[in-house]
């Protein structure tokens, strides 16, 4: 029977790894922070706790599928404040630039590798649940190459095929946006990547996810929402 008056911040978990769940309820005891709920065995019973007991973070497995992660998230997010204070993590042993983007965009909170230390771990928990988003540091660099560029350096037209990127429109659709040839994007893209020093358009396009308020250390990224 759970303590009504406990002040740690629950956690819920659907995963496809028993032995990682009593890793993570280890860990969650040793913080003293948060405290983590009966494991889920599917997303629809997760999201039956989200809407029953309120967890102040959701995990889930990207073994789950990305397609249906992709739905679920939305359809949590679009169920509005029952569900809005949740922050959903996702997780999984190898994790893509691309695939972080998607789960960002859907509304996911955090994405971070199973192999992520504990520091890293309660780092992405600490984040997510006071309203930041998180990406793992190392997952980070390798999606964007440099942290930083400056949008001053770019022309009018550069900075719009930018925006547009950033928004996920492939090439074909910039020109067509743009009325200019596909050919022509790839020159702009061209002279983006070098004047920015980001390796590939998905690193462009997580710099949406790169406001003004970054904390930036050995393990984490933090990127205020």
């Not at 405290?35 to 889930?60: E, G, H, K, Y």
């Not at 993590?89 to 994790?95: E, L, M, P, Q, S």
């Not at 695939?99 to 909170?109: D, P, T, V």
Request: net charge neutral.
């Amino acid at each position: 029977m759970t303590n009504e008056l406990d002040p740690r911040l629950t956690v819920g978990v659907c995963d496809t790894q028993p032995v990682v769940v009593e890793g993570l309820r280890s860990i969650l005891n040793q913080s003293g922070a948060y405290r983590l709920l009966d494991p889920a065995r599917t997303m629809d019973a997760l999201a039956n706790q989200i809407f029953t007991l309120s967890p102040r973070i959701a995990i889930v497995d990207k073994a789950a599928g990305n397609a249906e992660i992709l739905e679920w998230t939305a359809r949590i997010r679009g169920r509005g404040t029952a569900a809005g204070n949740v922050a959903i993590v996702v997780w999984g042993t190898n994790v893509t630039d691309a695939e972080a983007l998607r789960f960002l965009q859907a509304g996911a909170s955090g994405v971070l590798r199973k192999s992520a230390r504990t520091d890293a771990l309660m780092a992405c928990f600490d984040a997510v649940a006071n309203g930041v988003t998180w990406l793992e540091d190392n997952l980070f660099h390798a999606a964007g190459g440099n942290n930083s560029y400056g949008r001053p350096e770019l022309t009018l037209r550069e900075q719009q095929v930018l925006q547009l990127v950033e928004q996920g429109m492939r090439n074909k659709e910039i020109a067509d946006e743009l009325g200019i040839r596909p050919g022509t994007v790839k020159i702009h893209l061209k002279h983006i990547f070098e004047k920015s020093g980001v390796r590939g358009r998905y690193g462009l396009a997580l710099s949406t996810f790169r406001p003004s308020t970054i904390r930036d250390d050995a393990s984490t990224n933090v990127l205020r929402a």
